[in-house]
């Protein structure tokens, strides 16, 4: 019965790959947690933050994708805005402008369970932040991180012990590395990035079974519609060589900066709702639901997250010139 299972979960996955070409694991709620895909984007909650997700994939397909991450990140600031030097020869001090600008640092932990194979990602990323002025600032970033990739499909009922995909075990570990550039103000963002840099392999019988690179660009801005609501979309494009472009076009509409409420849609694939609630100047929750409107609505239904944010020390300048992303 799991293998039949397992072969109809790999016919949905090829369905679901050859529509959209996802080998990150992605959520829908990217918007409040760029980290996951651009590692310029570490030390941007201002503060010491942890950030928690949970998705499941596709439900009422057994062995249907279940993913976990969490994102910690901290933003390292130089308090001394300026120093004191001696001017000529006079004993007298001028105040002489230092370098301010900052360095975010970032830890991913991402674990994607589909079937009997089980993806685990671990990294960590460094960004570089040039202040222009206030809210303006341009990151740069990079990441190292290590895969590891495991099949078991002795936990398979009954497997085909002719066919030799069947037959053995995978375990494999692969080091790859990331970068990425961010450009926000208190109005827009814009970043491109490449989580996965290296093509990796983990088919020990195939070289050309390989995870393909895959670029990310988002986007997004801020309408002040008036002083309780603000409008925000945004856009994700993601573009693998040799794939059609995929892309996700979202609106949100925030209420007294306390309550988020958009839809997004995930072309060819999925149209999603998203819900977040600032709980707290720290504390925030978000949760969404995908409804699938390709070939995989056929086998599976939709798909839920939930996501939490905290940040333990937060800045006073975040608190009373808040950013949206």
């Not at 499909?153 to 570990?173: E, H, I, T, W």
Request: aromatic share 14%.
């Amino acid at each position: 019965m799991k293998t039949k299972q397992y072969l109809i979960l790999t016919f949905a996955l090829f369905l679901f790959s050859t529509s959209q070409a996802q080998q990150e694991i992605l959520y829908t709620q990217y918007v409040f947690s760029q980290l996951a895909v651009n590692p310029a984007c570490a030390g941007n909650d201002d503060g010491l933050s942890f950030t928690a997700l949970s998705r499941k994939q596709w439900f009422g397909l057994q062995g249907s994708p279940t993913s976990f991450s969490i994102l910690g990140q901290a933003l390292l600031k130089n308090k001394n805005s300026e120093c004191r030097t001696f001017a000529g020869g006079s004993d007298k001090r001028k105040l002489v402008p230092i370098n301010n600008n900052q360095i975010g640092l970032g830890v991913i932990l991402f674990n994607d369970q589909v079937g009997v194979s089980n993806t685990l990602i671990s990294g960590l990323a460094y960004s570089y932040k040039i202040i222009f002025s206030p809210g303006n600032r341009l990151s740069l970033g990079l990441q190292t991180s290590m895969q590891s990739y495991s099949q078991a499909f002795n936990q398979l009922d009954n497997p085909n012990s002719n066919d030799p995909v069947f037959q053995d075990n995978v375990k494999a570990s692969k080091l790859n590395f990331g970068t990425g550039i961010f450009y926000e103000s208190n109005r827009y963002y814009i970043g491109l990035s490449v989580p996965q840099v290296l093509e990796n392999s983990f088919n020990l019988n195939s070289k050309s079974d390989k995870n393909l690179r895959q670029y990310f660009f988002t986007g997004g801005y801020v309408f002040y519609l008036n002083r309780f609501y603000k409008f925000k979309p945004t856009i994700m494009a993601r573009y693998t060589e040799g794939l059609p472009a995929q892309i996700d076009i979202n609106a949100n509409l925030l209420y007294r900066d306390k309550i988020w409420v958009g839809c997004s849609y995930r072309y060819t694939n999925s149209l999603n709702m998203i819900l977040e609630l600032l709980l707290a100047d720290n504390f925030k929750m978000g949760l969404a639901y995908d409804y699938p409107i390709n070939e995989i609505n056929k086998v599976a239904h939709g798909s839920a997250e939930i996501m939490i944010n905290y940040v333990f020390l937060k800045s006073k300048k975040r608190v009373s010139n808040p950013r949206y992303f």
